[in-house]
């Protein structure tokens, strides 16, 4: 257990619908990092988030965003979800921006269907 | 535009040989570096790391080198173990940003 949190670990869900990933931070740790990883991609950097504070953008789309709540758990909105979208989502946190590396959740996979 | 590559999609090593797995980048601003170890349906592990003062670090088995001039890392596990098999990523930042993944590399190591 890297004490990072995702949940749910397996989502379906039909095109056009709206979606929530959930990633609890491990413990002390202020910053969180949302990657995406599709089939034979590397792992996509979306959005980073410290102490509720959105920090960087990546090639996150327009139909998704995400937020930091005051208790540092972060939620990541995906809608209209195409076909596309169909992925793997990482959540990571650390303690501080960037250093350190990061400790990843295992992931939720999201099948659009 | 991919700003860290790993242009070895697999590798297949025996067992107690060195495994070597290659990894380049384009920003010459990333002064930090990160390899990350990922098994099936587990989240991305952090292995090692180095920045860009050195150009060696060893930590067990385990070494990476950085070669800034070439805007390239390696990185060498000696000996390889079946348990090593896993695809492993490597990552570049500039400290206190994102760091950037490649696409990866599967490692089989064959007993």
């Known amino acids: 257990d890297s004490g990072v949190t995702q949940t749910p670990k397996h989502l379906i869900t039909a095109t056009g619908q709206r979606v929530t990933l959930r990633c609890s931070p491990r413990s002390g740790d202020l910053s969180v990092y949302w990657y995406q990883q599709s089939l034979d991609q590397g792992l996509q950097f979306l959005i980073h988030?410290?102490?509720?504070?959105?920090?960087a953008k990546g090639n996150i789309l327009e139909r998704f965003s995400a937020q930091q709540f005051p208790d540092l758990h972060s939620e990541l909105n995906l809608s209209s979800l195409e076909l596309g979208d169909s992925a793997l989502y990482f959540c990571?946190?650390?303690?501080?921006?960037?250093?350190?590396?990061?400790?990843f959740g295992s992931g939720t996979r999201l099948t659009v269907v | 535009d991919q700003q860290v590559k790993q242009n070895s999609p697999s590798l297949s090593v025996q067992e107690g040989r060195i495994s070597i797995l290659n990894c380049d980048y384009t920003n010459s601003m990333f002064d930090y570096f990160l390899w990350y170890k990922k098994y099936p349906a587990e989240g991305p592990t952090f292995l090692i790391s180095?920045?860009?003062?050195?150009d060696k670090n060893e930590d067990g088995r385990f070494t990476v080198f950085l070669n800034k001039s070439a805007k390239h890392l390696s990185l060498h596990i000696v000996p390889s173990q079946p348990g090593d098999s896993a695809v492993y990523f490597c990552a570049a930042g500039d400290t206190g940003n994102q760091f950037y993944f490649g696409t990866g590399t599967s490692l089989t190591v064959i007993p």
């Open positions: 180095i920045s860009s003062i050195k």
């Open positions: 988030y410290y102490n509720g504070e959105e920090r």
């Open positions: 990571a946190s650390s303690l501080r921006q960037g250093q350190d590396g990061y400790t």
